[in-house]
């Protein structure tokens, strides 16, 4: 097997080399503890001042409002218990939605198992929240609203800014989990009214454990990991130095190629979303069809289940990801496809392909030829597709 | 995570397929939990001479049944009914745990495709 072509960007990127190559000179001579006294802290501390007005200008956010965090889990972690905790006299009802990342889902179950109420929005079939929904849902003792700013599995882009406004219109404390936004979406924290947001490097050419949390000034947020003064005394623990000064160059570098990365890498998603609807019967599109995220195509194929398809792509060089129950090792298929509406069954049978840098026309060619073939197979293979061939249906 | 076993019946699996006025025909599983097998068997004088399957699942899922289709072909119906689901893990060098179930789905399809087997006999 000489082809190797990776379409699972959503789960995680490379680390681009120009990034590399201003991250390392800090894992040697640039060593320093940013909070030292000394010339070797001082020297350091600096690069992180210049990364976070790097993170700061790219959102449209102040520096002294980025925080920087472990990975995007820990910055959700922090602004939902953050502000829940800090809010308590005010409230104990949080607003999010069904088909957010687990690090705000599991995070919310956790609160309300210390006596937090929690109203978990529903989607339409593309996945859309209606902020109409939001505004209904708002309660005399609402504190956080947490909506993602677009999917994960299926890259559908929210109407951020309409929620945002609704939260502020009832003085009620926003967050965003940005995470597969950042570098696909054009955001500006302050035009936006968004009080919180969450990203993570490795989604955008960075490295990975190192994110970000934006706190806009005047948020009230206790902090959760203690034990040290850094990051203005919201972050305890040492700076993961190389890691903040990678997301810094990273950030900026998604922004600077903005347009001519995600043009390009929008006509390649729509020649596969296309060519793929075309070459498979029974398949349907997840998400939506026109706000979605640039780099997303998410599939399900009647009949099969994912797992069995991506262990058959992965032998033909592809690499892609799956919302079945098999591949995300529960029994359970994706929260998200089922919030959208689909049946188990349907679901079971579900493919990401996440297109990044890397990737070519000829790549996408090279999948439109490969992925009918082994549906197919599969589809042989499967008692549910007996009466489909049969000419049954 | 899993053996070159399961790889070798999940990317080449033994004997797909469906055998016309099967003898014993037996379908486990449901589309809700992700896995469905369906395996027909072909039986003369209580032997196995042929035997097919048909697998809507995960890797695990095919590979299970593709091997259990191998352990019980020219065995008799008698022997066949001994399958146990840990014999089908062993013979693949193993299962990742959160996949013992679908060895259990392939020794529950023989069983019942050998148990529709014996009441159509008994008709």
Redesign the interface.
């Known amino acids: 097997m000489s082809k190797r072509i990776y379409m699972d960007h959503a789960a995680t990127t490379y680390v681009n080399k120009e990034v590399l190559n201003e991250m390392l000179p800090f894992f040697t001579e640039h060593f320093g503890n940013p909070s030292s006294v000394h010339q070797f802290g001082r020297d350091v501390k600096k690069n992180i001042d210049l990364a976070r007005d790097r993170v700061a200008k790219a959102i449209g956010a102040l520096p002294e409002e980025i925080y920087f965090t472990a990975g995007g889990s820990e910055a959700d972690n922090l602004a939902v218990k953050g502000v829940a905790y800090a809010n308590k006299s005010k409230g104990n009802h949080i607003i999010t939605s069904k088909i957010e990342h687990p690090a705000v889902i599991e995070t919310c179950e956790q609160l309300e198992k210390e006596g937090f109420e929690v109203t978990y929005l529903g989607v339409d079939q593309y996945g859309l929240i209606n902020p109409e929904d939001v505004r209904k849902a708002i309660k005399e003792n609402t504190i956080l609203i947490s909506i993602m700013y677009a999917n994960n599995e299926i890259g559908t882009i929210q109407p951020i800014t309409e929620i945002a406004n609704i939260a502020k219109e009832n003085k009620i404390y926003f967050h965003t989990d940005a995470v597969q936004a950042i570098g696909s979406v054009r955001i500006n924290v302050k035009e936006q009214n968004i009080d919180m947001l969450s990203l993570a490097g490795h989604k955008f050419y960075g490295p990975k454990g190192v994110g970000a949390l934006y706190i806009r000034k005047g948020v009230k947020l206790v902090s959760i990991l203690h034990g040290g003064s850094q990051e203005r005394k919201r972050r305890a623990g040492t700076e993961n130095v190389p890691g903040i000064i990678g997301i810094g160059k990273a950030i900026e570098l998604a922004y600077q190629k903005f347009d001519e990365h995600n043009n390009r890498i929008t006509m390649l998603r729509d020649k596969l979303i296309k060519g793929v609807m075309e070459k498979v019967p029974y398949t349907r599109l997840n998400g939506h069809p026109e706000r979605r995220l640039p780099n997303n195509a998410n599939f399900c194929f009647e ?6 398809l991506l ?2 792509l992965d ?1 033909k060089g592809i690499a892609g990801s799956s919302g ?4 995300s ?1 529960s ?1 359970e ?1 994706s929260h998200v496809l089922l919030a959208i509406g689909l ?3 349907i679901a ?1 049978g579900s493919l990401r392909l996440s297109l990044g840098e890397v990737n070519t026309e000829e790549d996408v060619d090279y999948v439109l030829q490969v992925l009918p073939e082994i549906v197919d197979r599969l589809r ?7 009466n489909v061939k049969g000419g049954k249906q | 995570m899993y053996s070159d076993k399961v ?1 070798d019946h ?2 080449s ?1 033994r004997n ?1 397929g ?1 055998i016309e006025n099967a003898d014993g025909v037996g ?1 486990v599983g449901n ?8 395996i027909y068997l072909k039986i003369d004088n209580d032997v196995i001479t042929d035997v097919k399957f ?9 590979a299970t049944s593709s091997i259990a289709t191998e352990m019980i072909k020219g065995k008799t119906v008698e022997e066949a009914m001994k399958l146990t689901n840990k014999a089908v893990v062993e013979s693949l060098d193993g299962l990742p745990p ?2 013992i179930h679908c060895s259990v789905l392939a020794e529950e399809a023989v069983k019942a495709a050998i148990e529709d087997y014996q009441k159509k006999k008994a008709q």
């Open positions: 009949f099969i289940e994912g797992e069995s262990l058959n032998m079945s129950a098999c591949s090792g029994l298929p049946p188990h069954e079971h042989q293979m499967s008692p549910l597709y007996e | 790889m999940f990317s699996p797909v469906e379908e589309a809700h939990c992700g896995d469905i097998m369906k048909k697998t809507y699942g995960c890797g695990a899922a095919i959160q996949k």
